[in-house]
C-alpha cells in the first residue's frame, strides 16, 4: 500500500483561509468515513484535529473543519494564525484492519 | 488528565529486540484500545499497528509481519510494543496514542521514545 497523497506544502497569511488536500483511492479514503488529521509542530507529539472526516475533538478550534468528496478528504484551515505553522498529516482506515498515513504537508504562515 | 509516558530512548545494533512500554494514567485502560506509530528522522508518520486491551486483539502493518508483538499489562495500565530483528531503517521515534474511538482517532499521545540502530 501507498501512503495517502497529500501536497508538499501549503502557505497562507494570517487571517486567511487554506486548505490542504488527501488523495487516496476507493479503497481507503474513498471507501470509508474514517479519515482524520493530525497536526505536529516540529520535536513535538502529533495532536488529533480532526476524526471521521469532520469531527473536532474537544479543544480542537472550530477554524479547523474537515470535509471528503470521493477518494479525497480536506482539511480547512480558516483565519490562519501564526501557531497553526506546523506539519499535517491525513490517515484513512484502509480496510483488513489497517490504517495508513499521508506523506504529510508542512503549512506555513506567511 | 490523561497521560502517556513512555519508556526513555534505546541504541540497538542490527539483529536485536527493542520494547518500548507506554505508561498510561488518567482514564480506564481497557476501555480504549492503544495505536503504535513511528516517525523516522525527517520523514513522515507511519502506523504500525493497534491493541485493544481489554482482550488483547491487536493489529498490525503488514510489513510488521513477524516482528512486531503488541501487549497491554491491564495491572500496571501499561502497553508494550517489541520489535525484533532491526535494522537500520528501524531507526525512528515510536509513539504510543490512546484512540478516542476508533484506531485513526489518536487523541492521546506519548512523548515519543527514540530507537537508534547502528553498529
Known amino acids: 500500500q501507498s501512503a495517502l497523497t497529500q501536497p508538499p506544502s501549503a502557505s497562507g497569511s494570517p487571517g486567511q483561509s487554506v486548505t490542504i488536500s488527501c488523495t487516496g483511492t476507493s479503497s481507503d479514503v474513498g471507501g470509508y468515513n474514517y479519515v482524520s488529521w493530525f497536526q505536529q509542530h516540529p520535536g513535538k507529539a502529533p495532536k488529533l484535529m480532526i476524526y471521521e472526516v469532520s469531527k473536532r475533538p474537544s479543544g480542537v478550534p472550530d477554524r479547523f473543519s474537515g470535509s471528503k468528496s470521493g477518494n479525497t478528504a480536506s482539511l480547512s484551515v480558516s483565519g490562519l494564525q501564526a501557531e497553526d505553522e506546523a506539519d499535517y498529516y491525513c490517515?484513512?482506515?484502509?480496510?483488513?484492519?489497517?490504517?495508513?498515513f499521508g506523506g504529510g504537508t508542512k503549512l506555513t504562515v506567511l | 488528565q490523561v497521560q502517556m509516558v513512555q519508556s526513555g530512548a534505546e541504541v540497538k545494533t542490527p539483529g536485536a529486540s527493542v520494547k518500548v512500554s507506554c505508561r498510561t494514567s488518567?482514564?480506564?485502560?481497557?476501555?480504549?484500545?492503544i495505536t503504535w506509530v513511528r516517525q523516522a528522522p525527517g520523514q513522515g508518520l507511519e502506523w504500525m499497528g493497534w491493541?485493544?486491551?481489554?482482550?488483547?486483539?491487536?493489529h498490525h502493518a503488514q510489513k510488521f509481519q513477524g516482528r512486531l508483538t503488541m501487549t497491554t499489562d491491564t495491572s500496571t495500565s501499561t502497553a508494550n510494543m517489541e520489535l525484533r530483528s532491526l535494522r537500520s531503517d528501524d531507526t525512528a521515534v515510536y509513539y504510543c496514542?490512546?484512540?478516542?474511538?476508533?484506531?485513526?482517532?489518536?487523541?492521546?499521545w506519548g512523548q515519543g521514545t527514540l530507537v537508534t540502530v547502528s553498529s
Open positions: 491493541i485493544s486491551p481489554s482482550n488483547a486483539n491487536t
Open positions: 490517515s484513512s482506515y484502509a480496510g483488513n484492519n489497517n490504517w495508513m
Open positions: 488518567g482514564y480506564t485502560f481497557n476501555r480504549y484500545g
Open positions: 496514542a490512546r484512540d478516542l474511538s476508533i484506531p485513526g482517532s489518536s487523541i492521546n
